[in-house]
């Protein structure tokens, strides 16, 4: 009787251990993969964000465009003020061409500071240059042209505009906003990085976020902001 209880209590403690060691071989093989879905889920939520702020930043573009005639020094800096909450934090070096600090409402507004004091040309502008670019899609020299009888103005006039599709493309400022978004998660940027408009500089990891926006002008186009 006395050796059958200890056989038991062997065979039980036998299975207890094969089961023991079957859970940790299960949890060796879930848990990296679980801790990538959530490491990816993070990753999806900072893209999604930064698309949003893209889309903001077309429309900051635009709506400075057409109360500025057009100027697209201003265009840029309205875009990259609006996408800063998206950028890397770090301390504002400008010659060191590091990220700005964007961690705190202070900060962010130091870096807004930082930005607009920047000359062009410097570490700091090139790496905002280099981020985010803005782009006068129309109305085009050719067009203004055109609709000028050959000749470039100097002012493009915003009101008196006709009814024809051409006239209305003259009084509408259309501006493209890319941006070079820093994929920061460890472990799926690579992967992120590997789809549609990913790209590889250095040793970091970006995607590609476009967004176009169409305004119609409220102030005179200066034809030498065009391109």
Same mark, same amino acid.
């Given at each position: 009787?006395?050796?059958?209880?200890?056989?038991?209590?062997?065979?039980?403690?036998?299975?207890?251990?094969e089961e023991r060691g079957s859970a940790l071989v299960e949890a060796a093989l879930v848990l990296p993969l679980m801790v990538?879905?959530?490491?990816?889920?993070?990753?999806?939520?900072?893209?999604?964000?930064?698309?949003?702020?893209?889309?903001?930043?077309?429309?900051?573009?635009?709506?400075?465009?057409?109360?500025?005639?057009?100027?697209?020094?201003?265009?840029?800096? @309205? &875009?990259?003020? +609006? $996408?800063?909450?998206?950028?890397?934090?770090? %301390?504002?070096?400008?010659? /060191?061409? =590091?990220?700005?600090?964007?961690?705190?409402?202070?900060?962010?507004? @130091? &870096?807004?500071? +930082? $930005?607009?004091?920047?000359?062009?040309?410097? %570490?700091?502008?090139?790496? /905002?240059? =280099?981020?985010?670019?803005?782009?006068?899609?129309?109305?085009?020299?050719?067009?203004?042209?055109? $609709?000028?009888?050959?000749?470039?103005?100097?002012?493009?006039?915003?009101?008196?505009?006709?009814?024809?599709?051409?006239e209305r493309s003259a009084g509408e400022l259309t501006v493209r906003v890319t941006y070079l978004y820093e994929l920061r998660?460890?472990?799926?940027?690579?992967?992120?990085?590997?789809?549609?408009?990913?790209?590889?500089?250095?040793?970091?990891?970006?995607?590609?976020?476009?967004?176009?926006?169409?305004?119609?002008?409220?102030?005179?186009?200066?034809?030498?902001?065009?391109?």
């Open positions: 009787m006395g050796r059958t209880i200890r056989a038991d209590v062997a065979g039980v403690g036998a299975l207890l251990d990538l879905m959530l490491l990816g889920l993070l990753q999806l939520t900072l893209l999604h964000q930064a698309r949003i702020s893209t889309e903001y930043a077309a429309y900051c573009a635009a709506r400075t465009g057409i109360v500025w005639n057009g100027d697209l020094a201003r265009m840029r800096r @309205a &875009a990259r003020f +609006a $996408l800063l909450p998206t950028m890397p934090r770090g %301390a504002a070096e400008p010659e /060191a061409g =590091r990220p700005l600090a964007v961690d705190s409402p202070a900060a962010l507004a @130091a &870096a807004q500071a +930082a $930005l607009s004091a920047a000359e062009e040309g410097s %570490a700091l502008a090139s790496d /905002a240059a =280099r981020r985010v670019r803005v782009e006068v899609l129309s109305p085009s020299r050719d067009e203004l042209e055109k $609709l000028h009888g050959g000749s470039l103005p100097e002012e493009a006039p915003f009101d008196g505009v006709g009814e024809t599709p051409e998660v460890p472990a799926v940027s690579q992967l992120f990085a590997l789809g549609r408009g990913g790209e590889k500089l250095g040793d970091r990891y970006y995607q590609k976020l476009e967004s176009t926006r169409s305004m119609r002008l409220q102030s005179d186009l200066f034809t030498r902001n065009l391109p």
